[in-house]
């Protein structure tokens, strides 16, 4: 019969580490990765002062004046670093409500004149004024190290998800003898809507990499409305947020839990394993009218990006792939990441980022801006 979702999974990391319990991690872990590819995951291992450290931190962001944003706009950074304004982007052809920053973990750039133009990518993260924010990077990368460490232990348990060995995927995140790998992690804000006119905070779409750690921070309203249960599915809050669509198209509430991140599966990983991971449709809708503001941290996990994902598609047993068979496939609201097939990693991320912020392209990747924008800048980027 086929299968579908109607809610999204809660998964206990702590399970990972009791030996009689673990298989019955890795058993709700494949369900997740294959007719799903969203979870929560409970009680990860971040310390729970730098959580609140990045949370208390987060409207401080957007309170700073609008001069200091302005200072680290994003158009100054070849990698992509930095602030954008409210309403930068288009997703579907409508504006993504949202104002937000984008960081990494620490990366010195290694490219060279005559190197791809996609190693250019990584590089240092432009950060706000110290004294407007005092501390706020130094915490910010101690839970950027800890997401991180947490992103790779994970990956290990996907490839025993997946019937592979414990480094399965090692292979994905090899950059080359003496090359780390840079991940990216957003700040964002989505205001409450001033009119009726859109209530996007971001549309549908697909996040391509292979996976995404999600810190959705609560409202103070909201904070009092749940209780600390992570391994209970809690009622959805008043406000509208992250919502992840199931195979029928029908979407589903994804409302904060504390002490959880909410995982999902991006395309590379999809590709990479013939389709048995889902990389699933999400949106964000605006928070509701006489509500307050709504902010989230992202974290993306990076791949090498050298590796061509069309060529590097993983040989699972048959026993594994025909756990696909049971899953009803139905239209999404999203676009497919169509590169993946075709070009490396780091050209496919490239190519997003240029679409995303045509600026940024103009002032640091001339050719390709000419290529995706030949009558020249428009007023917003449109990733998807």
Known sequence: MATDFSSIPILDYSLVSDPKRRPEFISQLQNALINVGFLYLANPPVAREDIEAVIQYAPKLFDIPQNAKED???????HFFGYSRFGAELTKGSVDQREQYDFGTPYESI???GDPEFLKLWGPAQWPDES????????????LSQVEKLSHEFTALLAEALNLPSDGLTPFFDQGEG?????????????VPEDDTSNQGVGPHFDGGFLTFVRRIQSTLERKLFTPLPLQLLQASPHRGLQVQNLAGDWIDAPPIPNTFVINIGKALETVTQGLAKATSHRVLSPEKGSTPRYSIPFFQNISQ?????????KLSPEVLKLKEGRIEGNTDSVNFSEYAKLPSGQVTLIGRVKSHPDVAERHYPDLFKQYFPEGLPAQGFAY
Do not use: E, N
């Not at 680290?72 to 950074?77: A, D, E, L, Q, T």
């Not at 090359?179 to 205001?191: D, E, F, I, S, T």
């Open 306 to 314: 050298t590796v061509s994902i069309g060529d590097s598609v993983l």
């Open 111 to 113: 490219w060279q004149p």
């Open 132 to 143: 407007l924010v005092p501390g706020f990077k130094q915490a910010f990368l101690r839970y």
């Open 72 to 78: 680290i706009r994003m158009v100054k950074s070849p």
């Open 179 to 191: 090359k780390g790998l840079q991940h990216r992690a957003k700040v964002v804000k989505y205001p």
